[in-house]
């Protein structure tokens, strides 16, 4: 597991209406975001926007992988914005991959295809962060984690790429700011006790062990004692709100 914090980057492309960067545990995505925009009538729908998801591989082209990875991002993302405000038009999300995990050469318990979801905590922060940075209404936020069961039984955050080929299970999860869980995906073999832990799990790292117990305001920290997901976001938000007054103040 690398303990550092994620390194985050609102607004690096000049021409989308919002965008970001998100690296974290050797996943780096650049996303954008453009809309409200015209859409085609075949894809229109009458009383709410919407929403087409594009995610595309390091190199070439995408594939089911890829087709997958788009349904489970815009699935989620249905759950956080305001649809209703902008009918009969399109939200357009754009996801670029730019780094991976480097695959590791010892097949473990699960096939190659079914680690394909150990992108999706990644596309997910990436596509909050972008949404963030346009005036296109949320209704929520939500923060990503991937989290395995090795051959053991012990839980592992931010797993590398040998550990997931080698664990029992995987499992991607997705909390709404509100603590809703907005997502679940699973592969591999698992019982109900060690479910139950993976939540709990997933739950403190999103929101941080503190914030389960109280609805306080400061920052929350995981259980490795960092900073949690959702804080990061925060301070991200900050940073940008800070730095766009410094300069309303530049100009007098």
């Avoid at 759950?79 to 473990?108: F, M």
């Avoid at 993976?198 to 995981?222: F, L, P, T, W, Y």
Wanted: charged fraction near 20%; proline fraction near 5%.
């Amino acid at each position: 597991m690398l303990n550092t914090l994620p390194i985050t980057t609102l607004d690096p492309l000049e021409r989308a209406d919002g965008s970001a960067a998100y690296s974290y545990n050797g996943f780096s995505i650049i996303g954008g975001v453009n809309g409200p925009v015209e859409v085609q009538r075949r894809d229109e729908l009458a009383e709410e926007a919407a929403i087409d998801v594009v995610v595309r591989p390091v190199a070439g082209v995408g594939g089911i992988r890829e087709r997958h990875l788009e349904s489970l991002v815009e699935r989620t993302l249905r759950h956080i914005i305001v649809v209703t405000a902008h009918p009969r038009t399109l939200i357009q999300v754009t996801l670029q991959v730019i780094a991976t995990q480097e695959e590791d050469s010892i097949s473990g318990v699960l096939p190659p295809a079914a680690s394909n979801i150990q992108l999706l905590p990644a596309l997910l922060q990436t596509s909050i962060l972008a949404l963030l940075s346009t005036s296109i209404p949320l209704s929520q936020t939500l923060t990503s984690t991937l989290i395995v069961v090795d051959p053991y039984g012990k839980l592992v955050q931010d797993p590398s790429a040998k550990q997931i080929h080698s664990a029992s299970s995987v499992h991607v999860l997705a909390f709404s700011s509100h603590g809703d869980l907005l997502l679940v995906e699973s592969e591999g073999s698992f019982g109900i006790d060690a479910w139950e832990e993976v939540v709990e799990k997933a739950s403190d790292i999103c929101h941080g062990a503190e914030a389960a117990d109280n609805d306080s305001d400061h920052a929350s920290m995981d259980p490795t004692g960092q900073l949690s997901l959702e804080s990061v976001m925060k301070n991200t938000m900050q940073d940008r709100t800070a730095k766009g007054q410094r300069w309303r103040e530049s100009l007098g």
